[in-house]
């Protein structure tokens, strides 16, 4: 019976000893820690990477509606009546490139509006709408043009047979 108490007490005693060690342990790396963050926040481990950036002021363009050789600058539209409200309706959803490559006719126009519309949530565009359509015919009518532009200066010679 002493033997299994000594046993008992000696095991105890080895669970105590680790308990006491490893408290220990998780102090003394507690403390250094916080001496570490103390001395030197700076260093810490758990800065990221991260490079330092340079904030750079990027110059503000003055004049958005800028116009040169008859060109509004910002969309490339051509200055006439009724570009101001073709670039508020249009651009909001459209690059003005888009806009001036759809060449059509002004009842062609009248219809793509319409299903933009019943579609694509385009807003009632109210009286502006004539003002667009006419904005879009004058300035950029239908071209007439085949698949590729007609060949000229072109030497022919006649095949052997």
């Known amino acids: 019976m002493k033997k299994q108490n000594h046993d008992k007490l000696k095991r105890d005693f080895?669970?105590?000893?680790?308990?006491?060690i490893l408290a220990t342990v998780i102090v003394a790396i507690?403390?250094?820690?916080?001496?570490?963050?103390?001395?030197?926040?700076?260093?810490?481990?758990?800065?990221g990477n991260e490079?330092?950036?340079?904030?750079?002021?990027?110059?503000?363009?003055?004049?958005?509606?800028?116009?040169?050789?008859g060109i509004h600058v910002r969309t490339g539209f051509i200055e006439a009546p009724g570009m101001v409200e073709t670039i508020?309706?249009?651009?909001?959803?459209?690059?003005?490139?888009?806009?001036?490559?759809?060449?059509?006719n002004k009842e062609r126009w009248k219809s793509t509006i319409k299903w933009m519309q019943e579609t694509q949530n385009l807003w009632d565009l109210?009286?502006?709408?004539?003002?667009i359509i006419n904005y879009l015919v004058t300035n950029y009518p239908p071209k007439k043009v085949g698949r590729r532009a007609v060949l000229t200066d072109v030497e022919w010679y006649q095949l052997e047979e």
Do not use: W
Not at 34 to 47: C, G, R, V
Not at 126 to 131: F, R
């Open 126 to 131: 109210g009286e502006n709408e004539a003002v």
């Open 14 to 20: 080895q669970g105590l000893y680790q308990k006491i």
């Open 88 to 104: 508020q309706n249009c651009t909001n959803c459209h690059s003005a490139k888009l806009v001036m490559q759809n060449r059509m």
């Open 51 to 69: 490079p330092e950036t340079e904030i750079v002021e990027k110059p503000v363009e003055d004049d958005f509606d800028k116009i040169e050789n």
């Open 30 to 47: 507690g403390g250094l820690a916080l001496i570490y963050f103390i001395y030197d926040p700076s260093l810490s481990a758990f800065k």
